[in-house]
């Protein structure tokens, strides 16, 4: 039995059958959960819409006359919804290849064998095995601007008919960042307030720089130290009142958009019946299989501790689904990526440099920028770097951060790199085409190991 049919729950399904298991998935909604529905992939179509109209702003230095460039953004939307549709669809096709029963409705478990399957009026109970949870997170709700009219969350904000005039977003994180790029780009005036002293607190200061710069080109004001304590509705739209470093401030928009986090679905599931145990924050305790307190129980993804990433929620759902089936098999989270789809891109994976310092590590940086690629002037998008952090003695990379054109792509090398145990020579070694933003990752080693080739040292 799976309980959720989003990136985890699917895959979970996909492989357990694979490994010769029957398979019952539960889905209260729709094949593909939040990541696919609402949240990963219309998201990221939007910012490629954004994108698209904003390129065509710089034609004119390509010696290409635009003209008369306008935004049907129903005509977006419907395309957003062709995409979503597409890759829904496919998932529903994988599960039935792979000859696993899908069932609509809300699982509830009656005991640790049990679990009743409610839809409408209808109810029936059905016994398993072993039982993987993959049920996910929403977004958290603010007591003080609670979701309704006029408060949105990133669901109701990605499914918007029309651009609003004004915008005022609640938390700068990389949700709220995203969507305030899209909405900026197509020419909403946006206002981010975020708690803490900067936007993307948990990225490096030289990658967060070159994101404010470009959000301050595309007219958003950023407020930073800030904290949502009101909402009012007005005629037109809605006053947000925040406390900014102690001071009262109110900010007019047209829709409040709050992105703070999000909450994992576990209350609901009658996880006591079942004597699962969950932390304080509802999520759910696991071992390095996903196995709960409850043997033949596991949970994976937004549902169990960790970053709430799709990809994650995929790997484990993998892992469980193998030792349900009885195989030798545990999580090993060397590293797990992390992207921004911001303006520029930020891509990470593995150990900045102040996280390489404080465990102890004596390191050796190279850092390449892309204006000194020649296929990112090509691309007239050649703000940003490649940041390569090893451990000196030895050369053995820890982390890399990328912030510039496609490092959502390039990020996969990196990743890899790290996984294998590669070095800075490794990295140098390695012949990469030309040209290619690729290269800036060679180059990037290169500086590492102290000989330059395509920028002067230092």
């Avoid at 004004?166 to 780009?185: M, N, Q, S």
């Avoid at 012949?431 to 002067?456: D, F, K, S």
Wanted: proline fraction near 4%; glycine fraction near 12%.
């Amino acid at each position: 039995m799976i309980i959720g049919g989003g990136p985890g729950g699917y895959v979970a399904a996909i492989r357990a059958a694979q490994l010769g298991k029957k398979v019952t998935l539960v889905e209260r909604d729709k094949l593909g959960g939040v990541c696919l529905n609402v949240g990963c992939i219309p998201s990221k179509a939007l910012i490629a819409a954004a994108h698209r109209f904003e390129e065509t702003k710089k034609l004119d230095q390509l010696g290409i006359a635009a003209q008369d460039v306008r935004v049907d953004f129903g005509k977006v939307q419907t395309w957003k919804q062709s995409v979503v549709d597409k890759l829904t669809g496919g998932v529903a096709g994988l599960l039935k290849a792979n000859k696993v029963e899908v069932l609509k409705g809300e699982a509830l478990f009656a005991n640790d064998r049990e679990v009743r399957v409610i839809n409408g009026y209808e109810a029936n109970r059905y016994r398993f095995n072993q039982c993987i949870i993959a049920t996910g997170s929403r977004p958290v709700e603010l007591k003080e601007l609670p979701f309704g009219g006029r408060v949105i969350s990133s669901t109701e904000a990605l499914a918007m008919p029309e651009i609003p005039e004004r915008l005022a977003v609640i938390g700068g994180g990389y949700i709220g960042i995203e969507l305030g790029t899209v909405f900026a780009k197509f020419g909403t005036r946006v206002t981010v307030l975020e708690g803490t002293e900067s936007i993307l607190p948990t990225f490096e200061k030289e990658a967060i720089r070159l994101v404010e710069r470009r959000l301050k080109k595309n007219n958003v004001t950023i407020v930073t130290s800030a904290f949502a304590r009101g909402v009012e509705e007005t005629a037109d739209g809605v006053v947000v009142t925040a406390s900014v470093k102690g001071e009262e401030r109110r900010y007019e928009a047209d829709y409040v958009l709050v992105t703070v986090g999000r909450r994992p679905n576990t209350e609901e599931l009658g996880l006591d019946l079942a004597g699962v145990r969950t932390d304080d924050r509802g999520l759910i305790q696991v071992d390095k299989q996903g196995r709960t307190s409850v043997g033949h129980i596991f949970a994976i993804g937004d549902a169990a501790p960790g970053p709430a990433l799709a990809h994650k929620a995929f790997y484990e759902g993998k892992v469980a689904a193998e030792a349900a089936a009885g195989e030798s098999t545990e999580v090993d989270y060397k590293v797990i990526p992390a992207v921004v789809f911001s303006d520029p891109e930020i891509a990470v994976v593995g150990w900045s440099e102040t996280e390489a310092k404080e465990k102890g590590f004596d390191v050796a940086v190279g850092r390449f920028p892309f204006a000194a690629n020649g296929r990112a002037l090509s691309l007239t998008d050649a703000e940003g770097f490649v940041k390569l952090v090893a451990d000196k003695s030895s050369g053995e990379l820890l982390g890399v951060q990328i912030v510039g054109p496609e490092a959502s792509d390039l990020i996969a090398e990196a990743a890899l790199a790290i996984e294998m145990g590669a070095t800075l020579e490794d990295v140098a070694l390695t012949i990469h085409a030309h040209p290619t933003l690729g290269e800036v990752m060679m180059e990037a080693a290169e500086v590492g190991l102290g000989r330059p080739v395509h920028i002067a040292p230092r």
